[in-house]
């Protein structure tokens, strides 16, 4: 059964989905803002752009305008690229590159592409049922590796993973600690946003006080 909230942000979705397709290079700070606020009522942080264009916007208010249209926990997503192999780690670290440079010094691209780089990243996509600690395809010792094997984990919706990992606050919205949203089940600092062409979900250690 579909909620008076979902309801809301169904239609809200919409009219972002509208706005951004819709409107041509001059009304940037309109398709931004429309962004920004179908984010929000998910309870994801328009910071969140950082990592996604325009068209990667809109690909995911479709998939999360979708779900609140549909009581089915079933939304797993097609043409998933196959997030065990080396393919796919080559172009996260290129994409997490690129986003950092964008970032200018510091910022959760860079602290994801240290991660990376350190074995400690976890990539996690429920509608596939598959987590897997990313690897560094430029390492010597990981050359000659296609592929490894990823966890099996419970096959889920976004919206049902979320919010079983992340906290939200008052306004509804998931909480974040030092820019970063914090995975409740473990501690670890979180990302959601778009890799290539589909969604995932980005775990790293929180930085140790020194």
Same mark, same amino acid.
């Given at each position: 059964m579909v909620s008076a909230l979902d309801s809301t942000r169904l239609v809200s979705a919409q009219y972002a989905l509208k706005?951004?397709?819709?409107?041509?290079? !001059?009304?940037?700070?309109?398709? *931004? +803002? !429309?962004?920004?606020?179908?984010? *929000? +009522?998910?309870?994801?942080?328009s910071s969140s752009a950082s990592l996604l264009s325009n068209q990667a916007l809109s690909g995911l208010l479709d998939t999360l305008s979708a779900q609140s249209d549909t009581s089915d926990e079933s939304d797993t997503t097609s043409d998933s690229a196959d997030v065990t192999s080396a393919s796919f780690m080559s172009m996260l670290k290129q994409q997490l590159q690129d986003a950092a440079a964008a970032e200018g010094e510091s910022g959760k691209a860079h602290d994801m592409l240290a991660a990376l780089e350190a074995g400690t990243l976890t990539i996690t996509d429920p509608t596939q049922g598959v987590s897997i600690n990313a690897w560094d395809v430029d390492d010597p010792d990981e050359a000659d590796i296609e592929s490894k094997a990823g966890k099996e984990i419970d096959v889920s919706g976004w919206s049902d993973f979320l919010d079983a990992h992340l906290e939200r606050g008052a306004d509804g919205t998931f909480v974040k600690e030092n820019g970063s949203y914090v995975d409740q089940t473990n501690d670890s600092n979180a990302f959601f946003g778009l890799i290539g062409s589909n969604y995932y979900y980005l775990s790293w250690p929180q930085a140790t006080a020194k």
């Open positions: 706005n951004l397709r819709s409107s041509d290079d !001059s009304s940037q700070d309109t398709q *931004s +803002s !429309s962004a920004a606020s179908i984010l *929000s +009522s998910y309870g994801l942080d």
